[in-house]
Nanobody
Framework: QVRLVESGGGLVQAGGSLRLSCAAS????????MGWYRQAPGKQRELVAR??????????DSVKGRFTISTISRDNGKMTVALQMNSLKPEDTAVYYC?????????????WGQGTQVTVSS
């Protein structure tokens, strides 16, 4: 089992910045990437950014150039990634969920954090 614990989030004005962190512990050898999804009211959950164990990254088109995902630390079976969000827009308002796909498994078996609210005021 892998436990994902998120921190960060909150309320910020448009144009501001926030940083989210996600710490993974437990059987981290099971996962080969970590990332963030978000879900706004009435909308489907969408991938925001992901970083793979080899260092490659993926971003949603809507956040490219504004958000950066990075690995903060990786040792002793623990991994921490951060999502730096700059030039935030009201449409970035959502609950952000940390996600970790299980190596070789269907996405139904992904690990998820509890979610953290990001609110961007206009």
């Amino acid at each position: 089992q892998v436990r994902l614990v998120e921190s960060g989030g909150g309320l910020v004005q448009a144009g501001g910045s926030l940083r989210l962190s996600c710490a993974a512990s437990g059987s981290t050898f099971e996962i080969n990437a970590m990332g963030w999804y978000r879900q706004a009211p009435g909308k489907q959950r969408e991938l925001v950014a992901r970083i793979w164990s080899g260092g490659s990254t993926n971003y949603a088109d809507s956040v490219k150039g504004r958000f950066t995902i990075s690995t903060i630390s990786r040792d002793n079976g623990k991994m921490t990634v951060a999502l730096q969000m700059n030039s935030l827009k009201p449409e970035d308002t959502a609950v952000y969920y940390c996600n970790a796909p299980r190596r070789g498994c269907d996405p139904d078996y992904d690990y998820w954090g509890q979610g953290t609210q990001v609110t961007v005021s206009s």
